[in-house]
C-alpha cells in the first residue's frame, strides 16, 4: 500500500513560477499545442481546398493523419524510453525541440509551395518527434519534484495535456480559414510555436540521468517485449498503466464521436464541434487540477473509483440526454445554449472530463512513486505504447459497432457499462483501490 503522508499546503499553482518545472510546463504545453495546430491545420487544409492527396479524399485523409501520428508510438518508444533512462534530459529536451523547428521550417517551405503529399510524411515525423519527448516528460517530474507535489505537477501537465489539444485544434483551423488566398499564416505560426518552445526547453534545468551505463538495444520488437516486462514486474504497475491506458482509450471515444454526434444527432456545424470539444478538454483540466485537493497531496488511489463512477454515469446520461432529443432545423452555437434542455449536455461533457481527470492522475504520480528510477523512462515507453493500442482500438471498435447499426449515443452507453466492467476486474486484481476508497468515505 502507499505510505501515509502529512498533509501540506502546498499549491500546485506555485510550480509554474519555479525554474525547475516552469519551463518545462510551457515546453511540453507549446509542444503539444503545436502538435495539433499543425494536424488539425492540414486535415482542414485540405478539405477547404478539396486537395486530394495519394487518392485519399478529405474523410479518409482525416483517418490516415490520426494513424500517422500514433504510429512512431509504437514504432520508436522503446528506443526513446532507452535514451531518456541513459542521458540528461534537458539536453534531450531541448534536442527534441531542434528537431521540432527543422520540421516546421521544413513544413512551413512545404506549405508556401503547395507540396501538400510531403505534408503527410512530416505529420509522421512529428509522431516520432512526440514519441522521443514522451519517456523524457514524465521522467522529469518525479526527479524535479517532491513526493507530496507529484501529484499536483501531474494534474498540471494532464490538463495542461488536453487544453493544449483542443486549443491547437481551434486555432490550426483558424489559421486556415484567416489565410484563404495563401498558407502564410498557419506556416509562421508553426514556426513561432517551434521557437517559443525551443527557447523555454533552454530553461530547463539540468537532471541527473538515472541510468548513464545502460547499453542501448536499437532492436525495436525486443526492446518493446522488454521494456513491457519491466512494467509486468510490479503488478501494480502494469494495473496502472492499464487505467492510463483506459482513460486515453474513454478520452478518444468520446472526442472522435463529437464531430459525428454534432452534425448527426444535434444538426449541429463544425463551430458547435469545437464548442463541445473544448467543454470536455475544460473538464478534464477541472478534475486534474481537482486531484491535489481531493488527494491532500498525497499519490491517492483512492479517488480513481470515484472518477470511474463519475465517468460510467454522466456518460449513461449523454444517452438518456440524447434519447430524448428530436432536433429537426441546423443547430449554431448560439441557438444550441438559447434552450436551457442543452445544458445538461455541456454538464455532462464536462462532468465525463472532470471526473477522468480525477481517474487518471493518480496513475502517472503512482508509477512516478513505485517504479525503480533507473528504469522509468522505459516503463513510461512502454505506457506510451499501450495507450497507443488502446486508441487505435477505441477507432477500430467504434468503426465496427457503428457499422452494425447501433447509434452514436448507444455507443456512448455500451461504453459506460464497459466502464464499469474494466474497475470491477482492476479491484479484483488489486484491493488497493478500493481500501484507500473506502479509507476515503471514513474521513
Not at 11 to 34: D, E, H, M, V
Not at 101 to 117: D, G, K, Q, R, W
Not at 158 to 176: D, F
Not at 293 to 299: D, P, T, V, Y
Request: hydrophobic share 50%; net charge positive; proline share 3%.
Amino acid at each position: 500500500m502507499l505510505k501515509s503522508r502529512k498533509t501540506s499546503n502546498f499549491n500546485q499553482f506555485k510550480l509554474l513560477t519555479q525554474k525547475r518545472f516552469g519551463p518545462f510546463f510551457c515546453t511540453q504545453f507549446l509542444g503539444a499545442f503545436n502538435d495539433n495546430i499543425f494536424r488539425n491545420g492540414l486535415i482542414i487544409l485540405l478539405t477547404f481546398k478539396g486537395i486530394e492527396v495519394f487518392g485519399l479524399n478529405a474523410s479518409q485523409i482525416a483517418n490516415v493523419a490520426g494513424a500517422l501520428f500514433i504510429l512512431p508510438y509504437f514504432l520508436f518508444s522503446a528506443i526513446a524510453g532507452q535514451i531518456a533512462d541513459k542521458y540528461e534530459k534537458s539536453i534531450l529536451i531541448k534536442s527534441t525541440k531542434l528537431l521540432e523547428i527543422i520540421l516546421m521550417i521544413t513544413a512551413a517551405f512545404v506549405l508556401l509551395t503547395e507540396n501538400y503529399s510531403f505534408l503527410l510524411f512530416i505529420l509522421f515525423l512529428m509522431g516520432f518527434q512526440s514519441s522521443l519527448f514522451g519517456p523524457v516528460k514524465y521522467a522529469y517530474i518525479p526527479q524535479k519534484l517532491k513526493l507530496n507535489e507529484l501529484i499536483g505537477g501531474n494534474a498540471l501537465v494532464e490538463s495542461g495535456t488536453y487544453i493544449a489539444i483542443i486549443l491547437g485544434l481551434v486555432v490550426g483551423g483558424l489559421a486556415v480559414s484567416i489565410g484563404q488566398e495563401n498558407d502564410y499564416p498557419l506556416a509562421s505560426l508553426l514556426l513561432l510555436m517551434a521557437i517559443l518552445g525551443y527557447f523555454f526547453s533552454c530553461k530547463i534545468p539540468n537532471t541527473e540521468p538515472t541510468d548513464p551505463t545502460l547499453k542501448i538495444n536499437w532492436n525495436i520488437f525486443s526492446e518493446i517485449k522488454k521494456i513491457i516486462g519491466f512494467s509486468k514486474e510490479k503488478d501494480r504497475i502494469f494495473l496502472y498503466i492499464i487505467g492510463i491506458s483506459w482513460f486515453w482509450f474513454y478520452g478518444s471515444v468520446i472526442t472522435l464521436q463529437i464531430p459525428a454526434y454534432t452534425i448527426n444527432i444535434l444538426m449541429g456545424d463544425e463551430s458547435l464541434t469545437t464548442f463541445l470539444l473544448a467543454t470536455f478538454a475544460i473538464g478534464i483540466g477541472i478534475g486534474s487540477l481537482a486531484c491535489e485537493r481531493l488527494s491532500k497531496n498525497q499519490i491517492e488511489l483512492g479517488i480513481t473509483p470515484i472518477g470511474a463512477i463519475g465517468l460510467s454515469l454522466f456518460t449513461l446520461d449523454l444517452y438518456f440526454f440524447s434519447s430524448n432529443l428530436n432536433i429537426v432545423t441546423p443547430m449554431s452555437i448560439k441557438l444550441f445554449l438559447s434552450h436551457l434542455s442543452n445544458w445538461r449536455l455541456i454538464l455532462d461533457l464536462i462532468m465525463i472530463g472532470t471526473f477522468g481527470g480525477i481517474f487518471s492522475v493518480p496513475f502517472y504520480a503512482a508509477i512516478q512513486e513505485q517504479a525503480e528510477k533507473k528504469f522509468l523512462s522505459r516503463i513510461i515507453a512502454a505506457n506510451n505504447i499501450i495507450n497507443a493500442i488502446f486508441m487505435v482500438s477505441a477507432s477500430l471498435l467504434a468503426i465496427s459497432i457503428l457499422s452494425l447499426g447501433v447509434s452514436i449515443p448507444e455507443f456512448f452507453a455500451l461504453i459506460s457499462v464497459l466502464n464499469i466492467f474494466l474497475m470491477i476486474t482492476m479491484h479484483f486484481n488489486s484491493k488497493i483501490f478500493l481500501e484507500r476508497f473506502l479509507c476515503i468515505l471514513k474521513n
